[in-house]
């Protein structure tokens, strides 16, 4: 079975902090990508990874940035919170041996801004 | 641009009564299609797919789609719903014949079913 971990279930953090989310995916996915949830907004699109050191912005990038120094893990930043960024992260894995748009979901981070 | 509509926001119903959920999307090639599911707590989760053949589709517990070309349409459905069906229920669209990665998805129907 495909594993997408996040690092963290629930995050509190202050408005102006740099905030780190992690993810990791065991299945050797070439295609990583980050999305936040809102309700009655569906998934969007932040950013996307199809190789190491490779990253494209999806919909709505502005405050983010991200990192993939290794294949299995990807990282979504945010340089400086803030309280519109109070949000459900999902992390996601795709691969070529997967059919395009079939995606494997990590557990999600809750983040709270304050 | 591409989109995915969902028709619904909210659905209540009791349970052992039929479920049918709408998607339409708005792309002009070739599509693979997908419903995700989000039960309460847990990831969100493939429920079911469609790349090609059989427009009608099965995926995990009693759950079909049907894929209706030409009303770029692909509905979710179940005969009999159950109190564990509650969760929230994604559509998803991405065009096949394209270099791109991006999945567009619906803004989610919640169900909720009262046992």
């Known amino acids: 079975d495909v594993k997408v971990t996040q690092s963290s279930r629930y995050l509190v953090k202050r408005t102006g902090e740099k905030v780190f989310l992690e993810c990791v995916q065991d299945m050797d996915h070439e295609n990583m990508f980050w999305y936040r949830q809102d309700p009655g907004l569906g998934l969007r699109l932040i950013y996307f990874?199809?190789?190491?050191?490779?990253?494209e912005k999806g919909d709505i990038p502005e405050g983010y940035s991200v990192s993939r120094e290794k294949k299995e893990r990807f990282s979504l930043i945010l340089e400086s919170a803030s309280t519109n960024q109070t949000s459900m992260y999902l992390c996601?894995?795709?691969?070529?041996?997967?059919?395009?748009?079939?995606?494997?979901f990590g557990p999600g981070t809750r983040l709270t801004v304050t | 641009a591409q989109s995915v509509s969902q028709h619904n926001h909210h659905v209540i119903l009791s349970e052992a009564a039929s479920l049918e959920l709408g998607c339409n999307y708005s792309?002009?090639?070739?599509?693979?299609l997908f419903w995700y599911v989000q039960y309460p707590g847990q990831h969100l989760q493939l429920l079911l797919k469609y790349f090609s053949g059989d427009p009608l589709v099965k995926g995990i517990k009693g759950f079909e789609a049907e894929f209706i070309k030409s009303k770029f349409s692909f509905n979710l459905r179940k005969p009999s719903v159950q109190w564990s069906d509650t969760a929230e229920y994604f559509c998803a669209v991405i065009g096949t014949n394209t270099g791109g990665f991006k999945t567009i998805f619906g803004a989610g129907t919640r169900l909720f079913v009262k046992a």
């Open positions: 996601a894995s795709t691969g070529t041996g997967t059919k395009k748009g079939e995606q494997y």
């Open positions: 990874s199809y190789d190491v050191k490779m990253k």
């Open positions: 792309y002009g090639g070739t599509v693979n």
